[in-house]
């Protein structure tokens, strides 16, 4: 089964340190997104990426935030300094965008689970 | 950019009554329409989408009606069972691939 990959699961780290949070998405996809979720309810999109380039990241934080794409394969969302508001659950998405009707599904990592104290 | 309202925001049905979940979308271009069920713990997962070109769409007990001219599209859950107790997402992705989301539904099913 093909699946958004995400590391780590759970971190729980001290206000002002460095996070680093990874997402390897399905081979072959083209899009990939960064939400964030708070208290089980809302999906926030952070940023998003299209053959690797970033298109959309206006919902980031950009003094603290940064997000990524080194490789096809690998999708960054870093944090620093961290703060103790940035607890949420992070997830990845990937999506296969611009065939017609087949595009525009994307399927969700099972997320980053972080707290900062 | 495109807006997605979705209502309810919580839901509490008896077990084998039918839920309804409804959203409306701003843009007019939309023509794809997912709802994801994420249950505790767990990332959201894609149980029924629609396309613009049909007006519904069914998969065993879930449903999808679309009104283009109004803008909304809803949900439909019958003979629920506790299993479906779960935060539901409606999404209306933009032209260029950009998906926003509901603010979501959570649906409780009583036994």
């Known amino acids: 089964d093909a699946r958004v990959t995400q590391t780590p699961r759970h971190k729980v780290t001290e206000m002002g340190q460095e996070v680093t949070m990874r997402c390897q998405p399905i081979?072959?996809?083209?899009?990939v997104f960064w939400y964030r979720q708070t208290m089980m309810q809302g999906l926030e999109l952070l940023a998003y990426?299209?053959?690797?380039?970033?298109?959309?990241d206006s919902g980031m934080p950009k003094d603290r935030f940064s997000a990524e794409m080194p490789d096809a394969t690998l999708a960054t969302l870093k944090i620093q300094p961290s703060e103790p508001r940035d607890s949420a659950v992070y997830f990845c998405?990937?999506?296969?965008?611009?065939?017609?009707?087949?595009?525009?599904?994307?399927?969700f990592g099972e997320g980053s689970w972080l707290t900062v104290v | 950019g495109e807006n997605v309202e979705q209502h309810p925001s919580t839901l509490s049905v008896q077990e084998g009554d039918s839920a309804v979940i409804k959203c409306t979308y701003s843009?007019?271009?939309?023509?794809?329409f997912p709802w994801y069920k994420q249950e505790l713990g767990k990332g959201p997962q894609l149980i029924i989408d629609?396309?613009?070109?049909?007006g519904e769409k069914k998969d065993q007990r879930i449903a999808v009606t679309l009104n283009k001219t109004a803008k909304h599209f809803s949900l439909h859950i019958t003979e629920t069972q506790p299993e479906d107790s779960a935060v539901y997402f409606c999404?209306?992705?933009?032209?260029?691939?950009?998906?926003?989301f509901g603010d979501g539904t959570t649906l409780t099913v009583k036994p």
């Open positions: 998405a990937s999506g296969l965008y611009g065939t017609g009707l087949s595009g525009n599904t994307i399927y």
């Open positions: 081979l072959g996809h083209n899009t």
């Open positions: 990426f299209r053959n690797r380039a970033p298109l959309d």
């Open positions: 843009d007019s271009a939309s023509n794809y």
């Open positions: 629609i396309r613009s070109n049909v």
């Open positions: 999404a209306a992705p933009t032209n260029a691939g950009k998906s926003t």
